[in-house]
């Protein structure tokens, strides 16, 4: 074993490269008690050259840093700051503004020697980090030019993939009963249909409603999609860790900025992981922790069509069977016309190609 630290040598292991090494990862991540997070794309990866063990990687799934284990052998010795410096480095090259770090509650001190800075944290639990909390305030001041007065003002956050006679329904809801309406769209590109298409329906579906407001989404609404699961071990355990992040980030700097006092959810009568996130959505914004005056949750009763809740699972599962006309009942026109335009339409020239 070789005991300088410079005898380590630093990659970077992504692509055919990373398919290669991947089960070397693997292993040395289940020798640490954590798992490979299959959402990474780029290792750096420390390792002795001579017999190419791994001591020591850091994994980013774009501007988010997983994956991060030294082995118990090499801890002390200044090979984390190394692996820090290099991973920092390989993803601020990307062109990213911030990079982000989700990690076990015990091990976030360790990365304030990478640059890294708690955002929120449960205690004895998970924290996320951020490496430029500047960007945190630039997105901030841009809510604030949003800000609207009034006695209520609503919020909803939604995926809307894509946006539904139920999506509708939640906005109308909420307009009706609020002076302003903020809608958040969540922004990574992991859904059935692109960020871009979703931000237009979204935006297409409420424009006749004259107090409501959508924003674009943001890194600092946290999507499920990206939560890392790679150090905790139960499905129960990640959901309700996902949920309580996304909820305190809201809690804390979104909802002030534009003074939201109520936020906005439909019922979830079948999938649990929605309706546990309800439930830790309530719990925390009746928290007082972080300001005097809580934050109501009001659940919606789900649209139905033909005794079934519109849901964009749905829709979704039409389009895979090819049941077009099935879908006009179940989105706003705007969001049919896209679709009959994508679809139908598309079905209907290929047919006639054939013919």
Known sequence: MYQNLDDI????????????????????????????????????????????????????????VKCVCVDKKMRGSGLSVRLGTEIVKEGL???????????????????????????????DVVSFMDYNPRQLDY?????????RAGDRIGSIVMNANPFTNGHRYLVEQA??????????????DVSFFSYETRLTLV????????????HEGSDYIISHATFPQYFLKKDKEITEQASAIDALMFRKYIAPSLNINVRYVGTEPTDKTTAMYNVVLNKILKDCSYSDKKIELKEIERVKFQDTAVSASRVRRLIQEHRYREI???????????LNKLFVNKKERKSCHEN
């Open 139 to 147: 997105y901030l001041d841009s809510l604030k030019s949003a800000l």
């Open 328 to 338: 006009v009942d179940l989105v706003p026109k705007s969001t049919y016309s896209y």
């Open 93 to 123: 090259s990307k062109g990213y503004d911030d990079l982000f770090l989700f990690t076990k509650y015990i091990n976030s001190r360790i990365f304030d020697g990478w640059g890294f800075k708690p955002l929120v944290e449960i205690p």
């Open 203 to 214: 935006r297409e579906g409420v424009s006749d409603l004259r107090n409501v407001v959508v």
């Open 9 to 64: 040598s630093i990659s970077i292991v992504s692509g055919s490269d990373l398919e290669k090494k991947r089960k070397d990862i693997v292993d040395f991540l289940a020798a640490g008690d954590l798992r490979i997070d299959n959402q990474v794309t780029t290792f750096i990866v420390g390792a002795f050259p001579d017999d190419e063990q791994i001591v020591a990687c850091a994994g980013l799934d774009k501007n988010v």
């Open 175 to 188: 307009s009706k009963e609020c002076d302003w309406v903020h809608v958040f769209l969540v922004r990574e």
